[in-house]
């Protein structure tokens, strides 16, 4: 048995190379060492948790004791698959079949854009693999049509064409426009209205009279309609950030609904006016405040489902609102980033201190103890939801500890949740899970991209259909590109 290595004050011991390295201060530290403070720091919590991680993993092989009656090769496939497990996991085999299959240079115009938000739209009117595609820096908006099948180009659609090959021009005689809606900030969100074609982009502004655009989802070379410049106003302040954006469902007489500092701001579909949905924030009462995430229920345009900090997820009727103590609230762990439908009743939650769960909107009662957080992760408690709700899934290998903007999205098709994750030596950028197991899935192709010192976060990436018949390819915004993965053979894959 290999003996525990000493603590010596002022000395890190790395398991892998069994030697002491002399913990330097970071800001002494040269860039190229790897045993600053910060960095030791870090070790130190990824090797607490890769402990905690085998200890659970030992205890659970000590409890579970398989019978052998699943060893027998007829009686035991027979109990397996009537048990709900054929030994084939769709959303395993797909993940593992995304390949690198070409990239956007989301630089072409942001030069020094670090990590866009875009939205796309497939349109099939125009061609089986030709999309239009929006990206947002700041108070800009990038629109350009792309061509996603390399075995389609063309020099007559106008289209960028999404580049396989470092040798291969990315455009023929392609055109591509850029607007500019002033009082420039940081971009916060882009959501899409399928049915109005209409296109909200948000950013913290420094006027409280902008941050918010609405234009027509126009492609190139088609008429649309004069954007729309809006902004919180000065009823609650004159230092109002607008956080986060959603699209309401075709049957609801609102357009959009967008997060704020200050509450929930609700857009009208036609007189395209905007009022605030919750109260003001005040002292003492739990008044939505921070919004970080929205969604309208598919199925009931008046349900509006937002959360934010301190992650509590308000179910707002917005016929009758209600809000405060009285309201009807799910509470997550921590504070909330993002709220995904899945069905009529499950959705997905994703928030601060690495917190990924489903839940069932007709059982949302508070938590045991013993499903609860455990009482051992207590360094960060106060800033953790003591009594969060019971869920139905979570997600243990998710991590995000403290960051608002990195990306997240869910293809139902596929059973696959793709989420950024903070970069560092132990984490991949990007990491797909199984949305009905909860499991991390193996993606050899996602997981080529290694950390980067200095490389901002994924903050947006995105489930697409981009050639008509197939499965939904995955976007995601990796600096300084927005890179494409998409179901192929592995010895199509792009060299890079």
């Not at 790395?14 to 190229?32: L, T, V």
């Not at 007829?74 to 497990?85: D, K, N, V």
């Not at 792309?146 to 960028?160: E, F, I, L, Q, Y």
């Not at 909200?200 to 234009?215: N, P």
Request: proline share 6%; charged share 25%.
């Amino acid at each position: 048995m290999e003996r525990p290595a000493r603590e010596i004050p002022g000395y890190y011991y790395d398991k892998e190379k069994k030697k002491y390295f002399k913990i330097q201060p970071s800001g002494a530290a040269p860039p190229s060492s790897a045993y600053s403070q910060q960095d030791v720091k870090k070790r130190k919590l990824n090797d607490k948790k890769a402990e905690s991680r085998a200890l659970a993993v030992a205890r659970e092989r000590r409890r579970i004791d398989r019978s052998k009656i699943l060893l027998e090769p007829l009686a035991g496939g027979l109990l397996t698959r009537e048990s709900g497990y054929d030994g084939l996991d769709a959303s395993e085999i797909l993940a593992g079949g995304l390949v690198s299959q070409g990239y956007i240079s989301a630089m072409m115009q942001f030069s020094s854009c670090s990590a866009p938000l875009f939205a796309f739209g497939h349109r099939p009117d125009l061609g089986p693999s030709i999309s239009d595609l929006w990206i947002v820096y700041d108070d800009q908006l990038f629109t350009l049509r792309v061509n996603s099948d390399k075995h389609a180009r063309s020099t007559n659609h106008g289209c960028v064409e999404i580049c396989h090959d470092f040798s291969v021009p990315t455009t023929n005689n392609a055109i591509w426009r850029i607007e500019r809606f002033g009082h420039s900030g940081t971009s916060t969100s882009i959501s899409t209205n399928e049915t109005s074609r209409r296109l909200a982009m948000t950013w913290l502004a420094t006027s409280a009279q902008a941050g918010i655009a609405v234009t027509a989802m126009a492609g190139i070379g088609e008429l649309d309609s004069p954007t729309i410049i809006l902004g919180p106003g000065f009823s609650r302040g004159s230092d109002v950030s607008i956080y986060s954006s959603t699209a309401a469902p075709s049957s609801s007489s609102l357009l959009f609904a967008f997060g704020t500092g200050q509450g929930i701001l609700s857009l009208d579909k036609q007189r395209h006016d905007m009022n605030w949905v919750s109260p003001h924030p005040v002292s003492g009462e739990s008044h939505p405040k921070d919004i970080f995430s929205l969604e309208f229920l598919h199925d009931n345009p008046s349900i509006l489902l937002s959360g934010g900090r301190p992650g509590i997820l308000n179910i707002t009727d917005l016929r009758v609102p209600v809000y405060g103590r009285n309201a009807d609230i799910i509470t997550h762990p921590s504070s909330i980033t993002h709220i995904k439908q899945l069905d009529a009743h499950r959705i997905l939650v994703a928030g601060l201190n690495s917190s990924l769960r489903q839940y069932d909107l007709r059982f949302r009662k508070e938590a045991t103890h013993s499903s609860a957080w455990p009482q051992t992760l207590s360094k960060h408690s106060s800033r953790r939801n003591r009594h969060p709700s019971r869920y139905i899934l979570v997600y243990p290998d998710y991590c995000n500890e403290a960051t608002i903007q990195l990306g997240l999205d869910v293809d139902l098709e596929s059973g696959i949740v793709a989420a950024a994750q903070e970069q560092d030596e132990h984490r991949f950028p990007v990491q797909l899970f199984s949305l009905h197991g909860g499991h991390k899935l193996c993606s050899p192709y996602l997981s080529k991209r290694r950390y980067v010192e200095d490389v901002a976060n994924v903050k947006c990436l995105r489930f697409a259909r981009d050639i008509e018949g197939r499965m939904k390819s995955l976007y995601v915004g990796q600096p300084p590109d927005i890179q494409r993965f998409a179901s192929a053979e592995p010895d199509e894959a792009d060299p890079y």
